[in-house]
């Protein structure tokens, strides 16, 4: 329903160009979106790059790769990050929480769960002073001690107590697909968010994350507007039959199974224009940033 | 709420054993609620029946089955009636479910006729069970896949089965839908949500134990969906070899030697009082080999015995 908006959103304000294309949709929306003027901006995740230096060195390095931002960690030094971003002139469009993984905000452990919600509230909070319009958040782990059914319960409740601030603060919360066994059906997802009934509560849809199960052209159309920042990242399902499931991620950016033209026009269906951040392997230098931005670039015009 | 109520039912029933157990409410569930006999009766899926038995009649299966001691025998739809039952009635076995495995995965199809033949075929399982005396049969949802997109078939798989609800009713066959590898049903709740969106008694679940343990814990998946499963497909699961050789090498693991916390689930299916087939699918290939067909029937039926005692 979102992508028939979206084009509908699209057909009123380029009527001009109607005359000129085909008149069914599909090849309307493949051939004629001009495809190297997405408007995307490249970012990318700050944790992934591991190449050695301070902070401003790093990011002075992601800016000469081609990069427009990062995507730093929450509880990083404020102050030393904000003077890297206004030296190299790079945005920070987006914070990763910093603690989802160690505290559960579905933990059966109430302490735990407060933790938590301590510490997307500092996520927000860092998220308002970079400038940037949402934090990456990972609402919930399932695993054996924590049922699904409770980490839906519970972490909708988590989230609950921060919206509060989040809509103060005017930073929303985007969720992310991650290997947390949990929301594992598009639909559960778009639902999750939507019970909510919050602008402040959106998508960071993470695009590798969803092969091993699933196809991200199927998931991109039923999130739709939710989504709010994407991750870029490839995996292989050749190398998760023959190797391992976790070797699936041991591969290069269109190297892996990634249908990035289809994934790219389910992007333009929905209308999606924004930050497309990369979280991938390889950003261990200069030249290896150079090679993601490079690989990025090939992606977005595909 | 399950779990109070059924520890609530304990307690009235057992309550002279109270003094043994510690106080501790999990101690009492896990250590001495605990029938080691369990109302399970014991089946064997046909599709999985050794290799080197091909060449065996129904009726030389049903007998391996028995003298192993299975109860039951889980054969596919479309087969001939008279046959079976022959088989059924001299090898002295029931027939457990049915499994609709090739037409119900038509259900999410592109073509619409196709998706009809699914449901057709769904109508004739039903009508197979009924003259088998089963009391379900085994139903895929469709299969998501490139071309056939998650929400679609949501919706058109709910479409379809909607057509054989009622002839279920009216023969009294529940339809019991599979969580199988076919990229759809992934969460337990979408699961349930699923069936209850039938608003029909005659449409359930089917569980398999060793599916979801690549995205999942069993014992959850029996808590959440409960009542709704009709029957059980046993089945072992390796995370290990899932990590170290690959997605599809976690099934070629033996019973008892893999991930599945069988005393867990055991108490999951405690809780929710579940009482009905426990039917293996011996997914492993290699346990297969190097062993006849009669020794491997009773190695199963003894890793499934140890099992429903855990």
Excluded at chain 1, 51 to 77: N, Q, R, T, W, Y
Excluded at chain 1, 154 to 172: M, W
Aim: hydrophobic content about 40%; aromatic content about 8%; proline content about 4%.
């Amino acid at each position: 329903m979102n992508a028939s908006f979206s084009r509908r959103d699209f057909l009123k304000t380029s009527g001009g160009a109607l005359a000129l294309v085909s008149l069914s949709p599909a090849a309307f929306a493949q051939e004629k979106t001009p495809a190297k003027k997405r408007g995307f901006k490249k970012g990318i995740m700050f944790a992934t790059v591991n190449m050695k230096g301070s902070v401003l060195e790093k990011f002075k390095a992601i800016k000469e790769a081609g990069f427009d931002g990062i995507e730093p960690m929450s509880h990083m030094d404020v102050n030393e990050v904000l003077a890297a971003r206004d030296e190299t002139g790079l945005e920070i469009p987006s914070v990763c929480c910093g603690t989802h993984w160690k505290e559960n905000l579905a933990s059966p452990n109430p302490a735990e769960r407060d933790r938590g919600l301590e510490g997307l509230k500092h996520s927000l909070r860092d998220a308002k002073k970079y400038g940037a319009t949402s934090v990456l958040f990972v609402p919930a782990t399932v695993n054996k001690d924590v049922s699904y059914d409770a980490a839906y319960e519970r972490s909708q409740e988590g989230i609950r107590k921060a919206i509060p601030l989040a809509e103060e603060l005017g930073v929303k919360i985007a969720i992310e697909n991650v290997w947390n066994n949990f929301l594992l059906s598009p639909m559960e997802a778009a639902r999750y968010v939507d019970e909510f009934k919050s602008p402040f509560v959106g998508w960071h849809f993470d695009i590798g994350n969803i092969l091993r199960y699933g196809w991200p052209e199927q998931w991109i159309p039923v999130l739709g507007q939710r989504i709010l920042k994407l991750h870029i990242k490839e995996y292989s399902r050749e190398k998760m039959q023959s190797a391992g499931l976790w070797k699936g991620f041991d591969v290069k950016l269109l190297e892996g199974d990634n249908n990035w033209p289809a994934i790219m026009k389910s992007l333009d269906e929905i209308n999606y224009r924004g930050w497309a951040i990369a979280e991938q392997a390889g950003a261990n230098s200069l030249k290896g940033l150079k090679d993601l931005s490079d690989r990025m670039d090939r992606i977005l015009a595909s | 709420m399950k779990t109070n109520s059924n520890r609530r039912e304990f307690l009235k029933i057992g309550s002279s054993a109270l003094a043994l157990a510690a106080l501790v409410p999990g101690g009492i569930a896990a250590d001495v609620a605990l029938p080691k006999k369990r109302a399970l009766k014991k089946g064997f899926m046909m599709a999985t029946f050794p290799s080197g038995a091909t060449k065996m009649t129904w009726l030389e299966k049903f007998k391996l089955l028995k003298e192993a001691g299975f109860d039951g025998a889980e054969p596919p739809s479309h087969l001939d009636h008279k046959e079976i039952l022959k088989a059924r009635d001299e090898a002295g076995l029931e027939i457990a479910s049915v499994v609709c495995g090739t037409h119900s995965r038509w259900m999410s199809e592109p073509a619409a006729s196709r998706r009809t033949q699914g449901s057709e075929g769904l109508m004739q399982a039903v009508r197979d069970a009924k003259a088998f005396g089963a009391k379900s049969v085994l139903c895929v949802a469709g299969v998501v896949n490139e071309k056939m997109p998650y929400a679609q078939t949501y919706e058109w798989t709910q479409e379809e089965i909607r057509k054989a609800i009622p002839l279920a009713e009216e023969l009294g066959v529940k339809i019991a839908i599979e969580n199988v590898w076919n990229n759809f049903q992934l969460s337990p709740l979408e699961a349930a949500r699923y069936v209850d969106e039938f608003k029909s008694s005659a449409v359930g679940w089917h569980f398999d134990i060793g599916n979801v343990m690549s995205i999942g814990w069993s014992e959850q998946w029996i808590r959440i969906l409960g009542k709704r499963i009709q029957a059980l497909h046993i089945k072992e699961f390796s995370r290990e070899k899932m990590n170290k050789e690959g997605l599809r090498q976690g099934f070629a693991v033996e019973y008892l030697a893999g991930d599945n916390d069988w005393p867990a689930i055991m108490r999951a299916l405690d809780e929710i009082g579940y009482k009905g087939w426990a039917i293996v699918e011996p997914a492993c290939g290699p346990c297969k080999e190097g062993i006849s067909p009669e020794e491997f029937v009773k190695k199963v039926s003894g890793q499934l015995d140890k099992i429903l005692a855990s």
